[in-house]
């Protein structure tokens, strides 16, 4: 399995578990020349722009760890552009959901990264 699929599996269980939790997925594996995002998601009249980190195992640390101040400015950068395309006057926030093993298991959801 090359890294592209087991990356689209991963983002569709989280967007699988976001559904199940009331989420509204609004774009999945949103890209520009300049910038991505996972999965865009609206709950409660606030966007979330979800950062989906797989690991097949915690033996290397947490997919979690490997959100960087240069990626939670990435996110926030991709979140702004987003935000601006699409109109949206709402409140959106950066949020980010570890998956792991190959049974793709949601094992963590933040909704408040910063």
């Known amino acids: 399995m090359t890294s592209h699929s087991t990356g689209k599996l991963a983002e569709d269980a989280a967007a699988e578990y976001l559904k199940k939790n009331g989420y509204k997925v609004l774009d999945q594996n949103w890209r520009t020349r300049w910038c991505e ?3 865009a ?6 966007i979330y722009f979800v950062e989906v ?11 979690l760890d490997y959100i960087t101040k240069k990626k939670l400015e990435q996110m926030k950068f991709a979140a702004e ?8 006057r709402g409140d959106y926030t950066l949020a980010a959901v570890e ?4 049974e793709f298991v ?9």
């Open 53 to 63: 980190k797989y690991r097949v195992s915690n033996r290397q640390g947490s997919g």
């Open 106 to 114: 949601i094992v963590n959801f933040l909704t408040e990264l910063q």
């Open 81 to 88: 552009f987003w935000v601006s395309e699409n109109n949206w």
């Open 41 to 46: 998601a609206e709950k409660s009249k606030t």
């Open 37 to 39: 995002i996972d999965i």
């Open 99 to 102: 998956v792991s093993g190959p």
